[in-house]
Nanobody, 122 residues
Framework: QVQLVESGGGLVQAGGSLRLSCAVS???????????MGWYRQTPGKQRELIAT???????NYVDSVKGRFTISRDNDKNMVYLQMNSLKTDDTAVYYC?????????????WGQGTQVIVSS
């Protein structure tokens, strides 16, 4: 059974930085490296939204709202995916999750982890 464990969230002032980590257990290193991984976030009353993806070879893509401020990366030897968040804004306040990404109309393949809370104060 695959487990996703996110960490690294916290309270930060606007303009600050945080680095989120996600550990993926229950899948082999070889298999993990084939998956496109994504970071998602959710605020109360809103649907969870995808904000960044990374291919198995390390190519990242971002939604416009985080482009230029966030950087997604991965370590395929450790089954990890990361999100470096710089120049944080109050609008970035959310619970952040990782999961795989299989396209706009396909749900991620694994159950969601507990997420990690990010609070950006003004």
């Amino acid at each position: 059974q695959v487990q996703l464990v996110e960490s690294g969230g916290g309270l930060v002032q606007a303009g600050g930085s945080l680095r989120l980590s996600c550990a993926v257990s229950g899948v082999s290193v070889r298999t993990y490296s084939m998956y496109v991984m994504g970071w998602y976030r959710q605020t109360p009353g809103k649907q969870r939204e995808l904000i960044a993806t990374i291919s198995g070879s390390g190519i990242g893509n971002y939604v416009d709202s985080v482009k230029g401020r966030f950087t997604i990366s991965r370590d395929n030897d450790k089954n990890m995916v990361y999100l470096q968040m710089n120049s944080l804004k109050t609008d970035d306040t959310a619970v952040y999750y990782c999961n795989d990404y299989r396209g706009t109309y396909t749900t991620p393949r694994w159950s969601w982890g507990q997420g990690t809370q990010v609070i950006v104060s003004s």
